[in-house]
């Protein structure tokens, strides 16, 4: 090669000549050795030796690593208060049914008395004779042994005197005691006979060792997590590596993970996490466990080939319901996440509604009326948010809501279903709204982005800002109807689009999750997904969104059976979650307390405005009042209270309502007066100026325990 560029150098014409020799203090000639038969060279880096201070550097591994100082359940308040709830349930259970069960184990006792004392007076009679050393006089005896005979003789005659004394010592007081107490205290004597006979029963166990005690066997609590096992059942699906080549190795210890177990696994070179989630039904049947106790996931965070097996050490299946944290008490903010439901290791997991909206998906009798549930009463128990649902069956699922709706309707009919356009044009027409004032406010006011705040909501009270939240269940109504599909499709689809900055938004529920049933320019477009349990891969992702099954989110591996139980995503990401079980009676009693707020907070629109609920037992007043109050607020006018009590218990106080102001002011006053609460002339800038009403101070502390 070296000659060839020589070669060439000679070739060049006399003006590219100079313009060489001119270059050479500039540029640098590369030349290009070719040496046939060469050894290959080495390509990967030297091995170095370990550096000064590696000793250092193995601790700082560690440290990044190192597990944390404090235990989980210790750092984690709330679930060390449900573990100790739980560990002093099982004892208190455990007490409690071994107790209501004494009687039964006394009269098994008293059977096995006889046994137990034949067996007492044969060792009795063993000891007073003496009979372990018959085999040695026999000995001795046998051998001729005339002086060790002698000599055993008077030894066991010595020993066997004193005991045949103390023995008709003792049978004598007792008989003597025993016979003067059936005389004197008869009562005593048969319960100390009694006692005495019962514990002298646990002598008398059978040979058989059939326990005294009942035994309950929780046959739902499942065995200890090992190494061993999740090997075998890797191996068993055909996730092993191959010849000479590394196979599975665990990237940390199997721990304990909330009330399961978590282990991770670094898969063979080669193999994906996400193909043990297709094979998760067989995963479960190679580890002889419930398929609902069984959740592999890949862990995106190391590399696609990381699995982490989290195993229930309890079927959730047959484990307890775990209420809802608003079922009894509270509110809530829908510009904040909402409380929904539960993942498989019982942790509570919030649905994000703001600046975003939903599409829930499943097949009849996956759960999606308790789906629908945990969203709209949490959203019915935030105040400032107005209702808007289109329940398009007609079953009545959602009727606890229907009191403070600002639209509600349900059923079927096409007149149904051009309320549910109706409402859609309304929310465009409101975003439409709810913009051009947006736009009219300085960027220091919007300093995170033109869009609708709570902080925004508060300081233009005129403007209603509040969220706007449109739900529309079995939408697929809709979107196959012959008349109103393009519409629908085209309304919806505008909504989500437009309406999410602007505190408006949408909520699809169907449970028929085709191609045909949910328009394509729908699916993609919704910011958070709900599928429940389906039937193939093309309704997993018509919900869940384009690649979601092949990334692991599959909705086909739930059973209809697991009712509620989802995989709920919001981006590429995904969860498997179980909806908090809302029964209709306590949705019922959440609507009312909703209704209370609400009317409290004089926040009632559209339909709602003269609402009635039905009445629920509270003792006093007092409670009537601290129940109806709006969080956050300081004080509330009589008139208000009025209305929200009149609301909350007209059977109580309806009558107050058709007083006039002053007289149903006064009448709350004078009942209030009993419990030495006083209302006072307050002025509220936000409500309606000066007038009587009463401070939320005022209210006497609630007890403990309510």
């Known amino acids: 090669m070296t000659n060839n560029v020589v070669q060439l150098h000679k070739d060049m014409p006399p003006e590219a000549h100079s313009f060489t020799e001119e270059a050479k203090d500039t540029l640098t000639e590369t030349i290009i050795d070719v040496v046939q038969d060469a050894a290959p060279r080495p390509v990967d880096p030297p091995v170095e030796k370990a550096p000064a201070g590696t000793w250092i550097a193995e601790r700082q591994a560690y440290l990044a690593e190192a597990p944390p100082v404090v235990p989980t359940f210790l750092r984690n308040a709330a679930e060390f208060i449900d573990a100790a709830r739980w560990t002093a349930s099982y004892y208190g259970h455990v007490t409690a049914f071994h107790a209501i069960r004494l009687p039964v184990y006394a009269l098994r006792l008293l059977t096995r008395a006889p046994r137990g004392i034949a067996r007492m007076v044969i060792r009795w009679g063993k000891w007073?004779?003496?009979?372990?050393?018959?085999?040695?006089?026999?000995?001795?005896?046998?051998?001729?042994?005339?002086?060790?005979?002698?000599?055993?003789?008077?030894?066991h005659s010595r020993r066997v005197r004193p005991r045949r004394i103390a023995s008709l010592a003792v049978a004598t007081t007792t008989g003597i005691t025993a016979l003067t107490g059936c005389f004197l205290a008869p009562g005593w004597t048969l319960t100390a006979t009694l006692a005495a006979t019962t514990l002298i029963g646990l002598n008398g166990k059978k040979r058989d060792g059939k326990p005294l005690v009942t035994r309950y066997v929780a046959t739902n609590v499942l065995r200890r997590l090992d190494s061993t096992e999740v090997l075998d059942a890797l191996a068993a699906i055909g996730i092993e590596g191959k010849k000479g080549k590394r196979g599975a190795e665990f990237a940390s210890e199997v721990m304990r993970d909330g009330p399961g177990w978590r282990a991770e696994v670094d898969l063979p070179a080669g193999v994906k996490a996400a193909e043990v989630l297709e094979k998760r039904e067989a995963l479960a049947a190679a580890m002889r466990r419930p398929i609902s106790t069984v959740w592999p996931s890949v862990d995106r965070t190391a590399h696609p080939g990381r699995l982490v097996l989290w195993v229930a050490q309890r079927d959730p299946a047959k484990s307890g319901r775990r209420?809802?944290?608003?079922?009894?008490?509270?509110?809530?903010?829908?510009?904040?996440?909402?409380?929904?439901?539960?993942?498989?290791?019982?942790?509570?997991?919030?649905?994000?509604l703001m600046y975003s909206n939903?599409?829930?998906?499943?097949?009849?009798?996956s759960g999606k009326t308790s789906c629908a549930l945990a969203i709209v009463l949490g959203v019915a128990l935030d105040p400032t948010a107005e209702l808007w649902i289109y329940e398009l069956k007609g079953s009545g699922d959602l009727d606890a809501v229907k009191p403070v709706c600002h639209r509600y309707v349900s059923g079927d009919e096409d007149e149904d279903l051009e309320a549910a356009l109706g409402g859609m044009r309304s929310g465009i027409a409101e975003y439409q709204r709810r913009a051009k004032f947006i736009k009219s406010l300085p960027a220091s006011e919007v300093p995170d982005g033109r869009r609708v705040t709570r902080a925004l909501a508060e300081k233009y009270p005129e403007q209603q800002l509040g969220p706007r939240v449109i739900v529309i269940d079995e939408v697929q109504e809709l979107f196959t109807h012959a008349d109103y599909k393009d519409e629908a499709a085209a309304l919806a689809t505008r909504l989500i689009k437009k309406g999410r900055a602007y505190g408006i938004i949408l909520i699809l529920l169907t449970q028929n999750p085709d191609?045909?049933?949910?328009?394509?320019?729908?699916?993609?477009?919704?910011?958070?997904?709900?599928?429940?349990?389906?039937?193939?891969?093309?309704?997993?992702?018509?919900?869940?969104?384009?690649?979601?099954?092949?990334?692991?989110?599959?909705?086909?591996?739930?059973?209809?059976?697991?009712?509620?139980?989802?995989?709920?995503?919001?981006?590429?990401?995904?969860?498997?979650?179980?909806?908090?079980?809302?029964?209709?009676?306590?949705?019922?009693?959440?609507?009312?307390?909703?209704?209370?707020?609400?009317?409290?907070?004089?926040?009632?629109?559209?339909?709602?405005?003269?609402?009635?609920?039905?009445?629920q037992d509270v003792e006093t007043i007092v409670d009537h009042v601290r129940a109806i109050w709006p969080d956050g607020v300081e004080a509330v006018h009589s008139h208000r209270l009025v209305e929200a009590l009149a609301a909350?218990?007209?059977?109580?106080?309806?009558?107050?309502?058709?007083?006039?102001?002053?007289?149903?002011?006064?009448?709350?006053?004078?009942?209030?007066?009993?419990?030495?609460?006083?209302?006072?002339?307050?002025?509220?800038?936000?409500?309606?100026?000066?007038?009587?009403?009463?401070?939320?101070?005022?209210?006497?502390?609630?007890?403990?325990g309510e």
């Open 358 to 365: 939903l599409l829930v998906g499943g097949i009849p009798g």
């Open 648 to 704: 909350y218990r007209p059977d109580l106080y309806k009558e107050w309502l058709e007083m006039e102001a002053a007289e149903s002011s006064t009448a709350l006053s004078a009942a209030l007066k009993a419990f030495k609460v006083s209302t006072k002339q307050l002025t509220i800038r936000e409500c309606c100026g000066g007038a009587k009403g009463l401070r939320y101070a005022d209210l006497p502390a609630a007890e403990d």
């Open 515 to 615: 191609a045909n049933s949910l328009p394509t320019s729908v699916s993609s477009s919704v910011g958070t997904r709900l599928c429940l349990a389906v039937m193939d891969w093309r309704a997993n992702n018509n919900v869940l969104g384009t690649g979601a099954y092949d990334r692991g989110m599959r909705a086909t591996d739930i059973s209809v059976d697991e009712q509620g139980t989802g995989i709920l995503a919001r981006g590429r990401e995904g969860i498997t979650v179980r909806a908090a079980f809302i029964k209709q009676t306590e949705a019922e009693e959440i609507g009312k307390r909703a209704l209370a707020l609400r009317t409290a907070a004089g926040t009632l629109t559209g339909q709602a405005v003269g609402a009635r609920v039905e009445e």
């Open 323 to 352: 209420l809802w944290p608003l079922m009894k008490q509270g509110t809530a903010d829908v510009y904040e996440p909402l409380p929904y439901g539960f993942d498989p290791r019982g942790n509570l997991i919030e649905i994000t």
């Open 128 to 155: 007073v004779a003496d009979t372990e050393a018959r085999p040695v006089e026999a000995k001795a005896a046998a051998s001729a042994d005339i002086e060790a005979w002698l000599s055993l003789s008077r030894e």
